[in-house]
């Protein structure tokens, strides 16, 4: 069971940027892959940026230029840094990570809080 704590949200203006940080309770180095998620009031929960354990990376349109993820396998933790940031960006950021082979486990974090003023 993978644990996975959120942390680095918080109320910004718009333009400003943020750093989300997704630590895992272990080695993350053969997680298939990890990404972030968010969901806004009212909306369905959406993919915001994966990257695999071979570092390939893939966004949403809507961040595409604005937000990257990466990850750091000794520190077991996988970073968001958001750019430029908008009214729209707001919701709760999930973090996520994919295991397994055969079958495919996913676990979750309890999600941090971004809220981007006008």
């Known amino acids: 069971q993978v644990q996975l704590v959120e942390s680095g949200g918080g109320l910004v203006q718009a333009g400003e940027s943020l750093r989300l940080s997704c630590a895992a309770s272990?080695?993350?180095?053969?997680?298939?892959?990890m990404g972030w998620y968010r969901q806004a009031p009212g909306n369905k929960r959406e993919l915001v940026a994966s990257?695999?354990?071979?570092?390939?990376?893939n966004y949403v349109s809507s961040v595409k230029g604005r937000y990257t993820i990466s990850r750091d396998n000794a520190k077991n933790t996988v970073y968001l840094q958001m750019n430029s940031l908008k009214p729209e960006d707001t919701a709760v950021y999930y973090c996520n990570a994919k295991r397994g082979t055969r079958i495919i486990n996913d676990y979750w974090g309890k999600g941090t809080q971004v809220t981007v003023s006008s």
């Open positions: 990257i695999t354990s071979g570092g390939s990376t």
């Open positions: 272990e080695s993350i180095f053969n997680i298939n892959a």
